[in-house]
């Protein structure tokens, strides 16, 4: 059972959406399996806020990987970009930042992306504001809650 439940851990740190059909394959409580899952979710989503942004800082100082990169691109044929493009995908992330903050971020991180990836770009957009990752847990929870509540529901 402790097994089941590290596993659970960690799927909920990562893969937020599908951790609670694994805490009813396993025949936890819905309080069990809640507290694993939210557990879970502040995990994934501490190691990933923080992490990501080290990461990141640590390749930008390699300055081999920066030569390598601009060799194997002038090998191939590929001009340097001379100006950024505003994606889409920009678009909307900017535009979710505007709307709910980093509380709607981590609820729609929880439901559609993952938390690896929504805890990164809460990391990178709000890295100055020391309260975010708690705006970030309180999203976990209520994700946790409603996702909990609706397999155990159902």
Do not use: E
């Amino acid at each position: 059972m402790i097994w089941g439940n590290i596993v659970l851990f960690f799927a909920a740190a990562t893969k937020f959406l599908i951790a609670p059909w694994g805490g009813l394959g396993l025949g936890n409580s819905y309080s069990t399996t809640l507290i694993v899952i939210i557990a879970g979710g502040w995990f994934g989503a501490t190691v990933f806020y923080y992490f990501t942004d080290n990461v990141v800082r640590f390749i930008a100082r390699l300055k081999f990987i920066k030569r390598s990169t601009t060799k194997i691109k002038s090998w191939i044929g590929i001009k340097p970009k001379q100006k950024k493009t505003f994606t889409r995908t920009n678009r909307l992330i900017v535009r979710i930042k505007q709307l709910m903050g980093v509380f709607g971020l981590s609820l729609i991180g929880c439901f559609i992306i993952s938390i690896p990836i929504s805890a990164a770009i809460a990391g990178k957009l709000y890295k100055h504001n020391k309260f975010a990752i708690l705006g970030y847990f309180a999203g976990v929870v209520v994700s946790g809650t409603i996702i909990t509540s609706i397999v155990y529901i159902f």
